[in-house]
């Protein structure tokens, strides 16, 4: 998610050259925010549940983007909380694709 950070900025700025993956100036502001993006994401996630989704498929499309420490820092954490807040409600498992391979991930 920290991706989109940097593209945002890019697109703010587009005479700028795309930039490569970096540290956040405001990391714990950061961290705010792709928490309560995730949040929002998880939400959605069970209201599409709910309306009788069969199957959702989330994906980290610029994750490969990162450095793996930093993809462990500012992207799984937030795809995890979101599997893992969709899982108590709708009480199933979930496929993750990202990072090169695809998994099942248990929501218990």
């Known amino acids: 998610?920290?991706?989109?950070?940097?593209?945002a900025e890019h697109v703010a700025q587009p005479s700028r050259a795309l930039p490569g993956p970096s540290r956040p100036a405001a990391p714990q502001l950061l961290d705010s925010l792709l928490s309560h993006i995730a949040g929002q994401i998880a939400e959605y996630v069970k209201y599409q549940i709910d309306s009788g989704a069969d199957c959702i498929m989330?994906?980290?499309?610029?994750?490969?983007?990162?450095?793996?420490?930093e993809w462990d820092r500012w992207s799984?954490?937030?795809?995890?909380?979101?599997?893992?807040?969709?899982?108590?409600?709708?009480g199933r498992g979930a496929v993750e694709a990202g990072r090169s391979a695809c998994r099942t991930l248990g929501l218990s």
Not at 60 to 65: P, Y
Request: hydrophobic share 35%.
């Open 1 to 7: 998610m920290e991706t989109f950070r940097a593209s």
């Open 58 to 69: 989330m994906f980290d499309s610029w994750g490969g983007q990162l450095p793996p420490k």
């Open 76 to 90: 799984r954490p937030y795809i995890e909380r979101i599997v893992r807040q969709v899982g108590r409600t709708a």
